[in-house]
């Protein structure tokens, strides 16, 4: 069987992409958040959580592109690029439990201190 390889071109730096990634992902979600805390449609807390959020979700996607763009230009890249696929989707599954575990304790304190 043919091993599957691809010129991708020359290798590309990894971290460069996961901080440019992050900045533009910063950005981005920074100023739709900000966006909807003027028009009060989320709280700033919120806004801030989500955008930090966002911001490694960004840079987790970008670090896990290149690194899968990279490997499948080498040999046995396939298995290494599969396998950095699902790291990537298990970090950024891990960022959403993450948040979702943080907002359900804000509203449990929140009813608390309601009572």
Do not use: C, F
């Amino acid at each position: 069987m043919k091993e599957l390889s691809l010129n991708t071109g020359a290798p590309r730096n990894v971290l460069a992409h996961v901080i440019s990634s992050g900045i533009a992902s910063a950005l981005m979600s920074g100023t739709i958040n900000y966006k909807k805390s003027l028009n009060n449609e989320i709280s700033k807390s919120d806004a801030l959580r989500d955008t930090i959020k966002k911001t490694s979700q960004g840079a987790i996607v970008a670090g896990t592109a290149i690194s899968v763009t990279n490997q499948l230009s080498s040999k046995g890249g396939l298995l290494k690029a599969l396998t950095t696929i699902s790291i990537g989707m298990a970090g950024i599954y891990a960022l959403e439990v993450l948040d979702e575990t943080i907002s359900r304790k804000n509203d449990e304190k929140l009813i608390e201190e309601g009572e």
